[in-house]
């Protein structure tokens, strides 16, 4: 079973930044996709950022220009860097990885941006 170990979440007041980081229990070279989504109160999950075991990425509309997103290998290590926070931010984060056909999520950090 893979362990994903979250932390960065909080409170943050709009225009604000927070790091969102993800430990995985396995080699990060094992992993083809790692990044972040989110689930707001009243809504679906939805992609937030994931880079590929090649190191292109994958972004949300929503964040585009707002966000990046990085991997530390030598920490099977994803990041999240999140500037100009807005109130419509305001989610549960869920790190995900994919190994193989295989998907796997953290337990969530929640953000709270306020206005």
């Known amino acids: 079973q893979v362990q994903l170990v979250e932390s960065g979440g909080g409170l943050v007041q709009a225009g604000g930044s927070l790091r969102l980081s993800c430990v995985a229990s396995?080699?990060?070279?094992?992993?083809?996709?790692m990044g972040w989504y989110r689930q707001a109160p009243g809504k679906q999950r939805e992609l937030v950022a994931v880079v590929m075991s090649s190191g292109s990425s994958v972004y949300a509309d929503s964040v585009k220009g707002r966000c990046a997103i990085s991997r530390t290998n030598t920490k099977n290590m994803v990041t999240l860097q999140m500037n100009s926070l807005k109130p419509e931010d305001t989610a549960v984060y869920y790190c995900?990885?994919?190994?193989?056909?295989?998907?796997?999520w953290g337990q969530g950090t929640p953000v709270t941006v306020s206005s």
């Open positions: 995900n990885v994919r190994i193989g056909r295989l998907e796997h």
């Open positions: 396995v080699s990060i070279f094992s992993i083809n996709v």
